[in-house]
């Protein structure tokens, strides 16, 4: 079964390697002395767990005796540390959009970006898996510490706000859609609402993307937007001096309003509605543009000194 795309490392909560003096974070970064570079692998110092072998394919060039490199750890079939500098799609207690890659009696195998696949029990699917879809799925450690994934999401992630502040940027997976909007994960922690209505691009299960708090209400559930709350000048003058631009390489006149659709106006600026409206309304402040039933025309400066 082979692994999936790498995705870039973050750290989250520590998990212990019980047994082991160096305390091993299984699921997690650790940063393990190099003891030995052999014609084939190198040998990294687990202490109590013994010597760590790791294949000099994945070791980086000039890599010596003494040196501290960092390396993921997961436990293999035997329960025995492995390190690795691959990359996988989530941490122990991260969220993660994966393929699944093989569905069986045993349970479903997802891939993750490591050449062994991460297990999903029968008793952690949410639904019955197949092969050849995506899915999100939360990394635990089972009870022999193994790392295993989970679809029952709900589960794991709660709608606990604590520490979450209005005005806060936070990184989301996007989750199911429902009536009033998206559900997205916040920070692998928690759970929040993008509205329908305020989204201007589109958004999909399993996207990964930045997005702010819009509040935090009194029943302790988030609200969510793709916008940085609070009007910003020096934002208003980069869309502005964009949509400037937009009208001169076309000759003075632009199809787009204060009405069109949020996707148009992000497909062509690449801003939220709301933010497009404040700009062409401080142009028009500015005497730069007027407003047409049908778009923006740019006013010419002989215009303007008239």
């Known amino acids: ?15 212990l390697y019980s047994g082991t003096a160096l305390m091993l974070h299984i699921g997690q970064l650790n940063h393990l002395k190099v003891l030995e570079v052999g014609a084939y692998a190198a040998i990294l110092d687990g202490d109590q ?29 035997e329960g025995d540390p492995i390190p690795t500098t691959l990359c996988p799609a989530a941490h122990l207690g991260q969220v993660a959009w994966l393929e699944v890659v093989e569905a069986n009696d045993l349970g479903a195998f997802a891939s993750w970006g490591l050449p062994k696949d991460l297990f999903i029990p029968f008793a952690e699917q949410q639904y019955s898996l197949r ?12 009870n022999q510490g193994r790392l295993a994934g989970s679809t029952r999401i709900d589960y794991w992630i709660s709608d606990d706000s604590q520490g979450l502040n209005q ?12 009536e009033l909007g998206f559900k997205a994960i916040i920070n692998h922690a928690c759970w929040g609402l993008l ?24 029943d302790g559930k988030v609200d969510l937007t793709l916008d940085q709350p609070g009007f910003s000048t020096d934002k208003i003058d980069i869309v502005s001096s964009a949509i400037l631009a937009s009208l001169k390489d076309n000759d003075g006149f632009i199809g787009l309003t204060d009405k069109s659709p949020p996707p148009e106006i992000y497909t062509a ?19 730069r543009i007027t407003l047409e039933s049908s778009g923006i025309r740019l006013i010419s400066p002989s215009t303007n000194q008239e």
Request: proline share 4%.
């Open 167 to 178: 005005g806060d940027k936070v990184s989301l997976i996007i989750g199911d859609k429902t």
């Open 195 to 218: 509205y329908g209505n305020e989204l201007y691009r589109k958004i999909r299960k399993g996207l990964i993307i930045d997005g702010y708090i819009k509040q935090v209400r009194e």
């Open 131 to 142: 092969k050849g879809t995506h899915t999100l799925v939360r990394v635990y450690q089972d």
């Open 269 to 287: 600026f690449r801003v939220s509605k709301k933010v497009f409206k404040q700009a062409i309304g401080a142009l028009y402040k500015q005497r």
């Open 49 to 77: 767990s013994g010597r760590l072998p790791l294949s000099l394919q994945q070791c980086p060039q000039g890599l010596a005796p003494d040196d501290d490199l960092e390396v993921f750890i997961y436990l293999d079939a």
């Open 1 to 15: 079964m082979g692994g999936g795309q790498n995705a870039p490392l973050a750290i989250t909560r520590s998990a």
